[in-house]
Nanobody, 119 residues
Framework: QVQLVESGGGLVQAGGSLRPSCAASGSDYDLSGMGWHRQAPGKQRELVASITVDGSTTYADSVKGRVTISRDNAKNTVYLQMNSLKPEDTAVYYC?????????????WGQGTLVTVSS
């Protein structure tokens, strides 16, 4: 069974930085990519950033220039470096893994890590 464990959220002042991480465990699947989504109170979950198995990245317009997604293949871990944080970045951040297992689409979500940015 594939599981994702997130860490690295927390409370930070506006302008500060955080670097949540997401470690994937399990095997018997082919990875397509991983990403970070976030959900603020009263809002829909939205994509923040994603990275494919070949290293291609995608970012939401709201975070471009402030956020960098990266991965450590040896550790099966993806990171989200967030700089110049704003109060509107406050949300629960969820890691997502997408792959293929036994010819079927595999999507796994982490439990979420809370990021709070104070003004």
């Amino acid at each position: 069974q594939v599981q994702l464990v997130e860490s690295g959220g927390g409370l930070v002042q506006a302008g500060g930085s955080l670097r949540p991480s997401c470690a994937a465990s399990g095997s018997d699947y082919d990875l397509s990519g991983m990403g970070w989504h976030r959900q603020a109170p009263g809002k829909q979950r939205e994509l923040v950033a994603s990275i494919t198995v070949d290293g291609s990245t995608t970012y939401a317009d709201s975070v471009k220039g402030r956020v960098t997604i990266s991965r450590d293949n040896a550790k099966n871990t993806v990171y989200l470096q967030m700089n110049s944080l704003k109060p509107e970045d406050t949300a629960v951040y969820y890691c997502k893994l997408v792959g293929v297992r036994q010819y079927r689409l595999l999507e796994v979500w982490g439990q979420g890590t809370l990021v709070t940015v104070s003004s």
